[in-house]
């Protein structure tokens, strides 16, 4: 009985702790570092996404840059199992410079 116990608990303790590394490992890839300019741009996409639709559709998505030689694109990907479109807004390199809009995915 005690062995049965013992099992069923440290099973419940990995398993929690599988759990939380899973969600710091997501916390982790999601902060970025400023990479030629990315992290004024991604405010400036953020913005005009929100000012596109609404702050509530902000919920659930979080930015993702694609750097370029010339350019970065930042996407706002949605959360796995949300539903929606995913706007890519690229501009050159260390500039507030819109080089290209595809947010018509609402």
């Known amino acids: ?17 599988f759990r939380a590394g899973v969600r710091e490992t ?10 030629n300019g990315s ?3 991604t405010k400036d996409a953020i ?10 559709e902000m919920a659930g998505r979080f930015p993702y840059v694609m750097s370029f030689p010339d350019r970065n694109c930042i996407e706002l990907k949605i959360e796995p199992g949300s539903v929606g479109g995913v706007p890519v ?18």
């Open 26 to 35: 997501v916390r982790l890839e999601r902060l970025q570092s400023d990479w």
């Open 47 to 56: 913005r005009r996404w929100v000012s596109k639709t609404s702050p509530r």
């Open 89 to 106: 807004y690229c501009y050159r390199a260390n500039s507030l410079t819109l080089l290209e809009e595809h947010s018509d995915v609402e």
């Open 1 to 17: 009985m005690i062995v049965g116990v013992g099992a069923a608990l440290a099973f419940f303790s990995y398993n929690a702790g």
């Open 39 to 41: 992290e004024v741009q």
